[in-house]
C-alpha cells in the first residue's frame, strides 16, 4: 500500500523559509513522479511542483518558480520542497501526491493516484 506522509508546515513571516517533506513508501514500482499541491481556502487545489523519481527532472507553477525547490533522496524516499521568500499568499494546505509514469509538467490535481493527508503553511504578513 502506498503511503505518503508530509511533514514540515508551520507559520511564518512573509519573506521566511519554510523546507516540506514528503516520506513515501509502498512503492511496488520504480517509475513514478511525486508533485507538491496547494489548497487555500475557497480556492481549487492546484499544482505547486513535480519530480520524476526516474531522472530527477522537475517542474514548477509559474507562481513559485526562482522560490520554490523541489528534490528528492531516493535512499531515503523523500521529497522535499524547500520554500523561500514566502508571500501571504503562499498560505495554503500543502499535499504531496504520486502518479505513476512520468510527467513532462505539472500535473493537475485529478491526475494524481495517492494522496497524503496534507501539511498546513500559513504566511504572515
Known amino acids: 500500500e502506498v503511503q505518503l506522509v508530509e511533514s514540515g508546515g508551520g507559520l511564518v513571516q512573509a519573506g521566511g523559509s519554510l523546507r516540506l517533506s514528503c516520506a513515501a513508501s509502498?512503492?511496488?514500482?520504480?517509475?513514478?513522479?511525486i508533485g507538491w499541491f496547494r489548497q487555500a481556502p475557497g480556492k481549487e487545489r492546484e499544482g505547486v511542483s513535480c519530480?520524476?523519481?526516474?531522472?530527477?527532472?522537475?517542474y514548477y507553477a509559474d507562481s513559485v518558480k526562482g522560490r520554490f525547490t523541489i528534490s528528492s533522496d531516493n535512499a531515503k524516499n523523500t521529497v522535499y520542497l524547500e520554500m523561500n521568500s514566502l508571500k501571504p499568499e503562499d498560505t495554503a494546505d500543502y499535499y504531496c501526491?504520486?502518479?505513476?509514469?512520468?510527467?513532462?509538467?505539472?500535473?493537475?490535481?485529478?491526475?494524481?493516484?495517492?494522496w497524503g493527508n496534507g501539511t498546513r503553511v500559513t504566511v504572515s504578513s
Open positions: 519530480i520524476n523519481r526516474r531522472d530527477g527532472s522537475t
Open positions: 501526491a504520486a502518479l505513476t509514469g512520468t510527467v513532462v509538467a505539472v500535473p493537475h490535481f485529478y491526475g494524481m493516484d495517492y
Open positions: 509502498g512503492f511496488t514500482f520504480d517509475d513514478y513522479a
